[in-house]
Each structure stands twice: as structure tokens, then as C-alpha cells.
Nanobody, 127 residues
Framework: QVQLVESGGGSVQAGGSLRLSCAAS????????MGWFRQAPGKEREFVGV????????YYTESVKGRFTISRDYAKNTVYLQMNRLKPEDTAVYYC????????????????????WGQGTQVTVSS
């Protein structure tokens, strides 16, 4: 059974940093796209960023470019989201996602592109 377990959320003041972790179990995701979505209260779920697969590319939504970084530890089957210069508008529940297809190309910006989701972790940024 595949599980994605996020950790590292919390509360921080604007301008601060947090690092989210997502540990996958049940199968290897080395050659699969893994990324992050978020959902703020009263808003639709939003794509944050994705790393295609080992050796692939990383993409971010415009609002987080230059502030957020996705990295992966393939040995640990884990994906990270380093968030710097956080803003109050970054407040949301953050979800780790993974695509079951190996070497999958494409945009990966839609929720339907992913088969596995974590339970979410809350990030709150105060002004």
C-alpha cells in the first residue's frame, strides 16, 4: 500500500522559512513525478511545484518561483519543499503528490495528473 506522509508544517512569521518533507512508502518513486499542491481556506487546490523524475526537470507556479525549492532524496524515497521568504498568502494546507506513471512527461500541473496524495500539513504565515 502506497503512503505519502508529510511533515514539517507549522507557524512562522512573514519572511521566515520552513521545510516540508514527504516520505513515500510502498513503492519506489525514483522515476516518477513528485510534487506539491496547496489549498488555502475558501480557495481551490493549487499547484505549487513538481520534480519530473530522477534527472528530470523541476517546475513551479509563478507565485513561488525564486522562494520555494523542491528537492529529492531518492535513497530515502522522500521529496522536500524548502520554502523561504514566506508570505501570509502562502498560508495553506500543503499536500505531497506522486504520479504512478514512470518517466511521465507533461505539465503535471493538474490534480488529475497524480494518483497518490498525502494527508496534508498546515502552513500558517503571520504578518
Amino acid at each position: 500500500q502506497v503512503q505519502l506522509v508529510e511533515s514539517g508544517g507549522g507557524s512562522v512569521q512573514a519572511g521566515g522559512s520552513l521545510r516540508l518533507s514527504c516520505a513515500a512508502s510502498g513503492r519506489s518513486f525514483t522515476n516518477n513525478a513528485m510534487g506539491w499542491f496547496r489549498q488555502a481556506p475558501g480557495k481551490e487546490r493549487e499547484f505549487v511545484g513538481v520534480n519530473d523524475w530522477s534527472g528530470g526537470s523541476t517546475y513551479y507556479t509563478e507565485s513561488v518561483k525564486g522562494r520555494f525549492t523542491i528537492s529529492r532524496d531518492y535513497a530515502k524515497n522522500t521529496v522536500y519543499l524548502q520554502m523561504n521568504r514566506l508570505k501570509p498568502e502562502d498560508t495553506a494546507v500543503y499536500y505531497c503528490v506522486a504520479d504512478r506513471r514512470v518517466y511521465s512527461s507533461g505539465s503535471h500541473v493538474h490534480a488529475d495528473d497524480y494518483d497518490f496524495w498525502g494527508q496534508g500539513t498546515q502552513v500558517t504565515v503571520s504578518s
